[in-house]
C-alpha cells in the first residue's frame, strides 16, 4: 500500500486512512512566529503527539535568520490542561510513562536553548505541565481571567516535574502553596508571584504582545541569542563566578558585528543598522 499527504490529509491506494491533522500549527509574520496549539478536544493537553509538533515547530523554524521571536499560544479557553492522562494509565507501563516525562523535559530545553524569546501568551488556564510550560518560556504575557495551577496530587500524581519549573519561577512559599493544595492562582498572584511577566485585559492582549514583540524585532537577533544563551547560564553560577564570565560576555559582544554597530550608532546619534549575525 502507498501513501500520500495531501493538504493534511492522508490518502492511500487501496485502502482508507485516516485523515491525519496537526496538533500545532506555526505562521510567521513581521519576524515573529507563532505556534498555535489546537486540540481543544483535549483541552490542549501535552500529549506526546502535541509535544513532538511544539518541538519540531521549535526546531525547525528557529534558524530562520528573519526570526526574532515564537509567541506560544493556545486555541480555545484552556492554554494546556497538562499532561494527557490517558497516556499515563497503567496499562501504557513505566517505559512508556518515562518517555511521556523525557520528551516534556525535551520540549523545556528546546525553548531554553533557542536562540530567540518564546513568550507564552495565555488566555484561560494553564495547568500542571500546561503551567509547566508558561514558566518555561522567557516571558509569560497573559489576560486578566487567566489561572495557573498543579493539580496534579488531585488525581494521585504530584506535579514533581511542573514544580522544577514553578519553583525556579516563584517563591518557595507561593510554589508549595500550588503544588500541595493544587488550588488555582490567578493572574494577579501569577504576576506577584513572577510566574507571568504582564497581566492585561482580555481585550489588549493581543496588542500588548505585538509591542513586546516589536520591542524584540528592532534588536539584534544576534546579540539577544548571546544575552538569552549566558542568562540561562548564569543562573547555575555562584555569583563570583557569573561576574567573572560576564565580563568575559560583555568584552565578547563589543567585539561582534552588531556590537560595534550598537555603539557607532550611538556615538553618532543614529539608528544601527543590524547584520544579525555574530
Not at 129 to 152: E, H, K, R, W, Y
Not at 220 to 225: K, P
Not at 254 to 276: C, M, N, Q, Y
Request: charged residues 25%; contains cysteine; hydrophobic residues 40%.
Amino acid at each position: 500500500m502507498i501513501a500520500t499527504k495531501f493538504g493534511g490529509v492522508l490518502k492511500s491506494f487501496g485502502a482508507v486512512v485516516k485523515p491525519y491533522r496537526l496538533l500545532s500549527t506555526y505562521s510567521q509574520k513581521d519576524g515573529v512566529g507563532t505556534i498555535l496549539l489546537d486540540n481543544e478536544k483535549t483541552r490542549n493537553s501535552l500529549s506526546m503527539e502535541m509535544m513532538n509538533s511544539v518541538l519540531k515547530n521549535i526546531v525547525e523554524n528557529q534558524k530562520h535568520v528573519e526570526l526574532r521571536c515564537i509567541v506560544l499560544a493556545a486555541k480555545g479557553h484552556v492554554f494546556s490542561a497538562g499532561h494527557n492522562l490517558k497516556e499515563l494509565t497503567a496499562e501504557h507501563g513505566a517505559d512508556q510513562h518515562k518517555q511521556v516525562f523525557h520528551k516534556c523535559s525535551e520540549l523545556i530545553d528546546a525553548i531554553r536553548s533557542a536562540p530567540i524569546p518564546i513568550i507564552a501568551k495565555v488566555d484561560g488556564l494553564a495547568a500542571a505541565a500546561g503551567c509547566q510550560l508558561v514558566a518555561s518560556c522567557d516571558m509569560a504575557i497573559c489576560s486578566d481571567n487567566s489561572t495557573f495551577s498543579t493539580p496534579g496530587a488531585s488525581f494521585g500524581i504530584f506535579c514533581s516535574t511542573p514544580g522544577i519549573a514553578v519553583v525556579r519561577a516563584v517563591p518557595r512559599m507561593k510554589a508549595a502553596y500550588m503544588l500541595f493544595t493544587g488550588l488555582p492562582i490567578s493572574a494577579a498572584e501569577a504576576l506577584e508571584a513572577g510566574l507571568v511577566s504582564k497581566v492585561v485585559p482580555k481585550d489588549s492582549l493581543d496588542e500588548e504582545l505585538d509591542k513586546i514583540c516589536k520591542a524584540i524585532a528592532s534588536k539584534s537577533r544576534s546579540v539577544i541569542a548571546l544575552g538569552k544563551k549566558f542568562f540561562y547560564e548564569q543562573m547555575a553560577m555562584d555569583v563570583p563566578t557569573a561576574y567573572a564570565r560576564g565580563e568575559q560576555i560583555m568584552v565578547d559582544n563589543l567585539a561582534t558585528i552588531d556590537g560595534r554597530e550598537g555603539i557607532k550608532s550611538f556615538v553618532e546619534k543614529r539608528k544601527p543598522l543590524w547584520k544579525h549575525t555574530d
